[in-house]
């Protein structure tokens, strides 16, 4: 099995199926972890709130995306350990999807589109979970 540290050691075509899954899209979740990606659905699932996913993302070597999906909920701590560790395309998808000119600009400039995309598809869950937060309706576990 291949360790990948960073997002940019994937093809974009796999980048492009994360952001899919991120989205909630079950079957492209499926064939990430079915097909040598697991770290990538686990991944999507702790965006996704997904505690058991956030725990083997740390017991199996990628502290560095179970950082980035605190970071991407706003924990200052764990944006600075991404920086501070030199994962900044990660740091930079975060602060793009903030709407933080300073990510968008570095993932732009280094001509990353496709993970740029990805940050937006990331707010895009981000801002739905907040809103579905917001309806008193709903249960919060």
Same mark, same amino acid.
Request: no cysteine; hydrophobic share 45%.
């Given at each position: !099995?291949? &360790?990948?540290?960073?997002?940019?050691?994937?093809?974009?075509?796999?980048? &492009?199926?994360?952001?899919?899954?991120?989205?909630?899209?079950? @079957?492209?979740?499926?064939? *990430?972890?079915? $097909?040598?990606?697991?770290?990538?659905?686990? *991944? %999507?699932?702790?965006? =996704?709130?997904?505690? =058991?996913?956030?725990?083997?993302? /740390?017991?199996?070597?990628?502290?560095?995306?179970? %950082?980035?999906?605190?970071?991407? +909920? +706003?924990?200052?701590?764990?944006?600075?350990?991404?920086?501070? $560790?030199?994962?900044? /395309?990660?740091?930079?998808? &975060?602060?793009?999807?903030?709407?933080? @000119?300073?990510?968008?600009?570095? *993932?732009?400039?280094?001509?990353?589109?496709? #993970?740029? $995309? /990805?940050? !937006?598809?990331?707010? =895009?869950?981000?801002?739905? =979970?907040?809103?579905? #937060?917001?309806?008193? #309706?709903? !249960?919060?576990?």
């Amino acid at each position: !099995m291949t &360790v990948r540290k960073d997002l940019s050691q994937y093809d974009v075509k796999i980048i &492009v199926a994360f952001g899919e899954a991120v989205t909630g899209n079950y @079957k492209i979740h499926k064939w *990430l972890l079915d $097909n040598g990606f697991p770290e990538l659905a686990a *991944l %999507a699932s702790s965006l =996704q709130a997904d505690v =058991q996913a956030f725990e083997w993302l /740390l017991k199996n070597g990628y502290p560095q995306y179970a %950082a980035f999906s605190n970071a991407v +909920d +706003d924990d200052k701590a764990a944006f600075v350990w991404l920086f501070k $560790n030199r994962f900044f /395309l990660l740091s930079s998808i &975060v602060d793009a999807a903030w709407l933080r @000119k300073s990510g968008i600009v570095w *993932l732009k400039r280094n001509k990353l589109d496709p #993970y740029l $995309n /990805l940050a !937006m598809k990331i707010r =895009q869950l981000k801002e739905e =979970q907040h809103r579905d #937060y917001g309806f008193y #309706y709903k !249960m919060h576990f």
